[in-house]
């Protein structure tokens, strides 16, 4: 390979204390999930010392019925709420692009509310609904016993993903739309030909986005939920409230190479991790070069 | 006498795999007006923001007044620029940003005011110091851009292609003022352009670039007359080639065969190509003559080649008027079309020349230029 | 342009109706219900009679909730300025690396975002315990010392002492500087990487250096997004459950925590209900103050 020049003046990338300083949030981010990941195959209840390759723990968890129905459980509940989700939010984003209403800043805040307002007082509300306005009624078959907790879910899931299909929707440029109707596509025609195609990626971003917020979800759900209806992460709060066991280190690396399996699905039909962020798409910097 | 006052040896900068400067060695004298012409993607761009220290070479090395600035980094040469999109702080009103280079080189406040009066003054902007750069127009802000890289006296003044943000109008007044700015302060000054007009218009030496390889240094007269390569002839200004053969090559003269060209290209000069050497002949639309063919009548005589030579005769197949001139697409025996460029000297003279008539083209024994690349 | 509602009232309805309904009935209304109960009283076991009183708000300017509030908003604070430090520089780095790098780089960073944040948590917990991965590693370097100690005969180190680093301020703030990192970094980044690179070259050409360029040119134009990223990663941390509950001690309770134990185990819901609205108030103050910051910038002075 040729040579290569010295790093030019803002190729901080290319200058040792911000290498060392990235290795260092690297290490800070990285080194406690990879510890966990790793100490979940330690044949070793309690030591930090490698004491042998094991997947007991593994089998342990995956004869813990009680770990698996709350698994299954996040995982339906994850599926249905995003796909409740995608519908509100494409909707919502839909009618702030391309209707001007009465009232329409007052839609366009209130939609806001749930993204910014604090997980806690929106846990509590969903409490309080659920106790008093909507009692959901107890043994219900599954999965309607979840329902709640799908409300819930649904509810601070669908603005996300109204913001990521209006960001999207910006870029619209709305002469193809008269182009296809200027050719004889009718309006129901359009939507489908011109519009939704423009619109795919960001349903992606937003399906994945609605996916990952309802699985990581813990003190809405936490409120939401009764003692027959666990998700993942407030049985793994019990457990972690208790001890820290090899079991919960092995039911988390699954979940963890889950993340990254979704992830890189996300990112393969997405392309562009920015965009996949939640809205913090720039990547499309022009560069002053020849 | 002139003096070297920039040079580069043997620079060669890779992007990743992309070679965007190749080998170029070059040297600028002090109070040049030196521009680097080429098309985008040339390689014009990074050779300039190397000398700014934007980009370091990947190979070889870059001299300011005889020393190495290859480890000098940019806030410490002795040069500034003025960015194609002028980045002009916009947080920063505009003695503010003309004042900037002189607040970090602490010059006291009493003799920066003054200057930055001066310096605006220089631009034409006086008295508007106090704007924000959005109240600015377009051309105001390229003057504020000029006068804040001039206030700090650098050695050389870069620009990198200053005028491509303005309308066609503002353009030309720019021309003129940046030639009479470089006059008055008179520094060095290094331009970026794409543009063979202005590049021709203000430079008293021109770089042209190619594919990173730099393909001639010369006078703009020298470019344009004298073209190194068919890619100089063909860069700048219009010209038509044929390739041929140099038939014969003595001291004071030569003829170049072409098989597109039913007649010799007679030269009064001759060439360092060698005999049967496979050349272009450039001829240049203005240099060749329209006459009038009338069924019968002898061909026009030129006095300076020999009969047979330098005359072809063909058919009017495409006529643009322009108003002070025109041009015309004439179909010569073969096929081939030959452009030619004509005042229109009488209110009358051009409807001799429509569309389908015949006519004979001409040209000096002088005016071809014989390319060996 | 948009089109008025009237022109199209079919497709207009069939738009907006499901979610402005779903808005509606499971955001508004339970926020209301919560709202009018902050100006109730408990009267019985579970009935709640809206009496309109401000009692419960009054409650909370008890000093001892006070000083909650007060420690919420320090310790939310903390975690941002240290966020901020530790995130400026890699958003930097980011912005300005070569495209394939910039993508692996963003990718590094969010991908603990999106990773579950109970399991982060979890980790956290781990690495830090009594018997966790920094105790075992320094008790193992203590007794590699000890035992070169007791060789050289110059005395003992005595007994390994644990640092105490779980259920305390500190790990609250660790934790919450872990969980947050990339709400920062992210919108840093998009900040730094819409501002045009030559405005910085030129600010180097005029002879400043790079702190210089970074203090007087980067920070003043990023500013609305510094803004935003402070008040993105400030905002849940203000709002935090989990990492106190689980990392903290018995007093670094923050708000989040109080208003837990008023419906779940006080059983005083319209107290609660007032916690929670004023903590909603708290997150409007910051985002109005940062709108009004950006406003200001974009308008010229």
């Given at each position: 390979m040729a040579k290569r020049s010295a790093p030019g003046p803002l190729e901080y990338l290319r200058r040792w204390p911000l290498q060392l300083w990235l290795a260092g949030v690297g290490i800070f981010l990285y080194a406690p999930l990879v510890a966990l990941m790793v100490f979940s195959f330690n044949d070793s209840r309690r030591n930090i010392v490698w004491q042998g390759f094991t997947l007991k723990y593994y089998e342990k968890a995956l004869n813990n019925a009680s770990l698996i129905e709350a698994f299954v459980n996040s995982l339906t509940i994850a599926a249905v709420s995003t796909f409740l989700s995608l519908i509100l939010g494409a909707l919502a984003a839909l009618a702030l692009w391309r209707f001007r209403f009465p009232g329409k800043a007052g839609f366009d805040g209130a939609l806001a509310l749930p993204i910014v307002a604090p997980e806690i007082c929106l846990g509590v509300a969903m409490l309080v609904f659920f106790a008093k306005v909507l009692p959901w009624p107890q043994g219900l078959p599954w999965p309607l016993n979840l329902g709640a907790i799908i409300i819930a879910h649904v509810s601070f899931s669908f603005p996300f993903v109204a913001v990521v299909v209006r960001a999207r929707m910006a870029s619209f440029n709305r002469e193809l739309e008269e182009a296809a109707r200027d050719l004889g596509a009718s309006e129901w025609r359009t939507l489908k030909d011109v519009i939704l195609p423009h619109m795919a990626p960001s349903l992606i971003a937003g399906a994945f986005l609605a996916f990952t917020l309802s699985l990581d979800d813990f003190v809405i759900t936490f409120f939401t939920?009764?003692?027959?209806?666990?998700?993942f992460p407030v049985k793994v709060y019990s457990m972690v409230r208790f001890s820290v066991t090899p079991e919960v280190n092995a039911a988390s690396t699954i979940l963890i190479v889950l993340t990254v399996v979704l992830t890189a699905i996300a990112l393969k039909v997405q392309g562009d991790p920015a965009s996949t962020a939640g809205g913090h798409a720039a990547l499309d910097r022009p560069k002053n070069r020849p | 006498m002139s003096k070297p006052i920039i040079t580069f040896e043997n620079v060669t900068k890779r992007f990743g795999r992309m070679v965007a400067v190749d080998n170029v060695s070059l040297t600028i004298d002090e109070g040049e007006f030196f521009c680097l012409l080429g098309p985008s993607g040339c390689g014009k761009t990074t050779l300039l923001r190397m000398l700014a220290g934007f980009e370091t070479p990947t190979e070889g090395r870059i001299l300011i007044d005889g020393q190495d600035i290859s480890n000098v980094p940019p806030n410490r040469r002795p040069v500034n620029m003025v960015f194609q999109s002028y980045a002009v702080f916009p947080h920063m009103s505009v003695a503010d940003n003309v004042a900037y280079g002189l607040k970090i080189d602490r010059v006291p406040a009493a003799e920066r005011d003054r200057r930055v009066e001066e310096a605006l003054e220089l631009v034409q902007l006086g008295g508007l110091g106090s704007r924000k750069p959005d109240q600015l127009s377009g051309g105001q802000r390229q003057r504020v851009a000029l006068a804040r890289a001039l206030i700090k006296r650098p050695r050389v003044l870069l620009l990198d292609e200053p005028l491509s943000a303005l309308d066609a109008k503002l353009r030309d007044q720019m021309r003129t003022e940046l030639c009479t700015l470089q006059e008055t302060v008179g520094i060095t000054f290094i331009m970026v352009t794409h543009d063979q007009d202005e590049a021709l218009a203000l430079a008293s030496r021109c770089a042209v670039m190619n594919r990173g390889l730099l393909q001639q240094v010369a006078t703009p007269n020298d470019l344009y007359e004298f073209p190194g390569s068919r890619f100089v002839a063909d860069f700048i200004g219009s010209v038509n080639l044929f390739e041929g053969v140099l038939a014969v090559d003595e001291q004071d003269q030569a003829v170049v065969r072409s098989p597109e060209l039913p007649a010799d290209i007679y030269l009064d000069h001759g060439v360092t190509g060698g005999r049967g050497a496979t050349v272009w002949a450039a001829l240049r639309p203005e240099k060749i003559e329209l006459h009038k063919y009338t069924p019968g009548q002898p061909p026009p005589v030129l006095d300076d080649s020999p009969a047979g030579s330098n005359l072809v005769r063909g058919v009017i197949r495409h006529e643009s008027y322009l108003g002070s001139e025109s041009t015309y697409d004439v179909e010569i025996a073969g096929g081939r079309r030959v452009r030619v460029l004509r005042s229109n000297l009488t209110r009358w003279d051009q409807e001799d020349f429509a569309l389908g008539e015949e006519v004979w083209l001409g040209w000096h024994a002088c005016s071809p230029a014989v390319l060996l690349n | 342009m948009e089109q008025h509602w009237k022109s199209a009232k079919g497709l207009f309805g069939a738009v907006l109706g499901p979610p402005l309904f779903w808005l509606v009935l499971f955001f508004m209304i339970p926020m209301g219900i919560v709202w009018l109960y902050s100006f109730g009283e408990n009267r019985g076991l579970t009935e709640i009679a809206?009496?309109?009183?401000f009692s419960n708000y009054l409650r909370a300017l008890d000093p001892l909730y006070l000083k909650i509030f007060a420690k919420s908003v320090g310790i939310a604070g903390l975690t941002t300025l240290i966020c901020l430090i530790i995130g400026f520089p890699v958003a930097l780095a980011i912005t300005f690396a070569p495209p394939k790098a910039k993508t692996w780089l963003l990718l590094a960073v969010m991908l603990p975002f999106w990773t579950n944040l109970l399991i982060r948590t979890y980790a956290l917990i781990a690495v830090l315990r009594t018997e966790g991965y920094v105790n075992q590693s320094l008790q193992w370097l203590w007794n590699g010392l000890g035992a070169v100690v007791g060789v050289l005969g110059v005395g003992s180190l005595g007994p390994f002492q644990p640092l105490e680093l779980l259920h305390n301020n500190f790990s609250v703030v660790l934790g919450l500087v872990y969980v947050h990192l990339p709400f920062m970094v992210l919108p840093l980044y998009s900040a730094l990487d819409r501002l045009d690179t030559s405005l910085l070259e030129a600010s180097l050409d005029l002879g400043a250096g790079h702190l210089r360029t970074l203090l007087t040119i980067v920070a003043p134009l990023a500013l609305p997004g510094i803004a935003s990223g402070v008040v993105i990663t400030f905002i849940p941390a203000l709002g935090s459950y989990l990492t106190p509950d689980l990392l903290g001690g018995p007093d670094s309770q923050m708000i989040a925590n109080i208003i837990e134990r008023q419906f779940k185990r006080a059983n005083d819901w319209p107290f609660g209900a007032a916690l929670s609205f004023l903590l909603m108030y708290m997150t409007f103050i910051a985002i109005a103050l940062q709108a009004m910051l950006s406003r200001r910038r974009r308008e010229p002075s």
């Open positions: 939920s009764g003692p027959d209806t666990v998700t | - | 809206l009496t309109g009183t």
